[in-house]
């Protein structure tokens, strides 16, 4: 008999795809972004596994991600786990190309629905995002899902600190309740990257956020909406999912999904296929820290300048060298007489 008076599972879904061309050359298709060692050794998908374990209740952490990268995911876990000491099962469904959010996150809802039922909370975590307050980020998650048991699809909302033209927006309506506090605010739309007047008046209006593309929803209430807002995504999904059952690894917690099938599924995110048009679709501001690690730029600001304004990354020998970021990973580097540039040597 099931309890009901115990919290729904909550199962982080992380989704690791796409090569991050933005830092090439460390980021490429053989070893796209999740995987790049930041300068405290981690990777940024062994801390997002890591960030996924810290909330309340996580009954396991499901990876959806190219067949390629299994294995090294694999072991950016187990370091992780040994950090964490957790003994949190992970399962992966393993795509044999990709096929944008959307489809990911549907056969992810449909695997959680299986193992934890309709009422399991999935928390849908890019595995290239970087967030330092783990205590924030939990109680958060613990907003989004107590609105996600109530039937609300989520999306958290990152308070924009400048006119930023390279993210989406979420224009916020009226506070939701979730018991006897605000847990969040209605969505009202959904808005395209802005041109940079349209992003000053955005961060202005004080009611916009950017969509960090994070989630939280039952795999019920994700795959009810898919089936309302995007039918034939939802049917083909379905086939996918039939198609691949023959392939289920119990013991591993693995699902290899079928190139003949898989293939077939259009590449849509997320955002259009169903929160732009859903009805309920909630926002929880985050009052945690974030950043997307989406350019170079990003990647320098994780280092404390020196006395010259330089960030440097490795082993540099410099002379007369001002507010540049050098980057090394295999030998030591020289420069003289640079200004304001990058040097990435790999």
């Given amino acids: 008999m099931t309890d009901r008076t115990a919290p729904a599972p909550l199962v982080p879904v992380i989704l690791s795809g796409g090569a991050g061309t933005r830092l090439w050359p460390i980021s490429r298709e053989s070893s796209p972004k999740p995987f790049i060692k930041l300068t405290d050794g981690q990777s940024l998908i062994e801390k997002t596994y890591a960030r996924a374990l810290t909330p309340a209740s996580v009954a396991e952490v499901l990876t959806v991600t190219n067949r390629d990268y299994y294995f090294r995911c694999k072991d950016e876990y187990d370091l992780a786990a040994k950090d964490t000491a957790s003994k949190v099962p992970a399962g992966f469904l393993l795509e044999p190309l990709g096929r944008n959010t959307a489809p990911a996150i549907a056969l992810a809802a449909l695997y959680v629905r299986r193992q934890h ?4 909370v999935m928390l849908v975590l890019p595995s290239d995002h970087l967030i330092a307050d783990l205590s924030g980020f939990s109680q958060d998650v613990a907003r989004a899902s107590s609105l996600a048991r109530a039937g609300w699809l989520v999306t958290f909302g990152i308070r924009p600190t400048s006119p930023e033209t390279g993210f989406g927006y979420l224009q916020a309506g009226a506070p939701i309740h979730a018991g006897d506090d605000s847990a969040g605010l209605k969505a009202l739309r959904f808005v395209e990257k802005p041109n ?10 004080g009611h916009y956020y950017w969509n960090g593309g994070m989630f939280c929803f039952t795999a019920g209430a994700f795959l009810d909406a898919l089936a309302s807002t995007a039918p034939e995504l939802s049917q083909a999904v379905n086939v996918c999912w039939d198609a691949s059952q023959p392939a289920w690894d119990t013991e591993r917690r693995l699902l290899e999904l079928p190139m003949a099938a898989f293939s077939g599924l ?14 309920r679709v909630a926002i929880v501001p985050a009052r945690f820290d974030w950043n997307d690690i989406g350019s170079w730029n ?16 490795g082993d540099a020998v410099t002379h007369n060298v001002t507010n540049t970021y050098l980057h090394s990973e295999t030998r030591v580097i020289g420069a003289i007489g640079l200004n304001d540039l990058m040097v990435v040597d790999t």
């Fill in 196 to 205: 940079l007047e349209t992003a000053q008046a955005y961060v202005a209006d």
């Fill in 298 to 313: 990003s990647i320098a600001e994780l280092i404390p300048p020196d006395a010259h304004g330089n960030r440097i990354d």
């Fill in 266 to 279: 259009p590449d849509i995110s997320v955002d259009y296929a169903v929160m732009e048009k859903a009805e």
């Fill in 117 to 120: 039922g309709p009422e399991g």
